[in-house]
């Protein structure tokens, strides 16, 4: 389907200002959130140069942020990276386990689930994830994004709402402790919750195929990157948020630019 004209293929409109243009004027001084509808951009897939008129990128905790640019720092805080054996080898008792003791699988990316399930095991996890934090602000980025918040909807109910929240709060806390804004990574069913964990602004995927972009943007003040992998629901997007929320399609493989398969658009 094509994209309707309020989209532009690969180069942004230029967005007004320089530097960190992208940060909110009433943020407060020690923890900077992003703008809504600060131009954005994925690239949880490989760091590459922002186009002109991008404010805002996401790139992965390993990666250096981009600059002039709102930074936020991707973060896997609540599963393990499918090729990270480390986890099994260093800190087996920190993976979820099924009944016969076998880890449990996000079977869509092969990823091991964290176990956040009591305050001990949270508080030996943030003994590791929370030094990932720190390493985000010495690199310069503006915030964290913590993803998979939702992985307690895929431990077969071994995991509850609650305890994602609770482990979200520590790492809201160590995020603020180090001058870092904090996103809540989809998980509609913790928004009623978005204020007491701490979160700030928000990143959504895929929020007008699943209905979710009002949700979100009333409880964010639409403080809010969303990003969608279909061409129909960005058309749908831009035509409903485009001059409220940041909007951006991308691959599913978030690949980066110059890649085969790479796609890249913005309202």
Not at 37 to 51: H, M
Not at 175 to 180: G, K, P, S, V
Request: with cysteine; aromatic share 8%.
């Amino acid at each position: 389907m094509a994209l309707g004209t309020a989209c532009s293929a690969e180069r942004p409109p230029q967005a007004a200002g320089s530097g960190n243009s992208a940060l909110s004027p009433a943020a407060p001084t020690a923890v900077r959130p992003p703008a809504a509808n600060a131009v954005f951009d994925y690239q949880l897939g490989g760091a590459y140069p922002p186009p002109a008129g991008v404010r805002a990128v996401s790139r992965d905790r390993t990666a250096q942020p981009a600059p002039g640019r709102y930074n936020v720092c991707y973060v896997n805080a609540f599963q393990a990276q499918p090729d990270d054996g480390s986890w099994e080898d260093d800190h087996p008792e920190l993976l979820l386990r099924d009944e016969h003791g076998d880890p449990v699988i996000d079977e869509d990316w092969d990823e091991p689930l964290l176990d956040i399930s009591t305050s001990a095991k949270r508080a030996d996890l943030m003994e590791i994830v929370g030094p990932w934090i720190d390493g985000c602000a010495k690199a310069g980025y503006d915030a964290v994004e913590p993803d998979n918040l939702d992985s307690y909807e895929r431990s077969d109910g071994k995991l509850t709402a609650g305890h994602a929240a609770a482990f979200a709060r520590l790492l809201a806390r160590r995020a603020h402790q180090r001058h870092l804004a904090i996103a809540q990574k989809n998980t509609t069913g913790l928004l009623p919750q978005h204020g007491r964990i701490g979160f700030d602004f928000a990143v959504v995927e895929e929020c007008t195929r699943y209905k979710e972009c009002t949700d979100f943007a009333a409880a964010y003040a639409n403080r809010v990157f969303v990003i969608e992998y279909r061409k129909q629901d960005f058309t749908a997007a831009c035509r409903a948020w485009g001059e409220k929320l940041s909007l951006t399609l991308r691959d599913r493989e978030v690949r980066p630019a110059g890649a085969m398969g790479s796609l890249r658009r913005y309202c």
